[in-house]
Nanobody, 122 residues
Framework: VQLQAFGGGLVQAGGSLRLSCAASGGTFSSYAMGWFRQAPGKERDFVAF????????RYLASVKGRFTISRDNAKNMVYLQMNSLKPEDTALYYCAAGDRVVPANEASYDFWGQGTLVTVSS
């Protein structure tokens, strides 16, 4: 499975961005998907998870209520809608896929896309 994340950019605090991740190869609906992020000088952290059918989601506590993960299995796409962005959301955002994952455990994901940079100015 190949993953390509895009949609990052520079936004002011309080603004919104939607990240997208396009998948190719494999049976997309059989994979759970996750978004992770890595801020400068920090470890990569879990952000959001969605199961293969889209019926189950999980979020990092600090983004719950502001970010929404969704997927379109017909288009092989997963999205991360980010609202009310804060400077501390600045990071390189990655999408990941796996067929047997523990949502917040990055080692359980099998496939990773390249990151897309989100910068939130104050």
């Amino acid at each position: 499975v190949q993953l390509q994340a895009f949609g990052g950019g520079l936004v002011q605090a309080g603004g919104s961005l939607r990240l997208s991740c396009a998948a190719s190869g494999g049976t997309f609906s059989s994979y759970a998907m996750g978004w992770f992020r890595q801020a400068p000088g920090k470890e990569r952290d879990f952000v959001a998870f969605i199961n293969g059918g889209g019926s189950l989601t999980r979020y990092l506590a600090s983004v719950k209520g502001r970010f929404t993960i969704s997927r379109d299995n017909a288009k092989n796409m997963v999205y991360l809608q980010m609202n009310s962005l804060k400077p501390e959301d600045t990071a390189l955002y990655y999408c990941a896929a796996g067929d047997r994952v523990v949502p917040a455990n990055e080692a359980s994901y099998d496939f990773w896309g390249q990151g897309t940079l989100v910068t939130v100015s104050s």
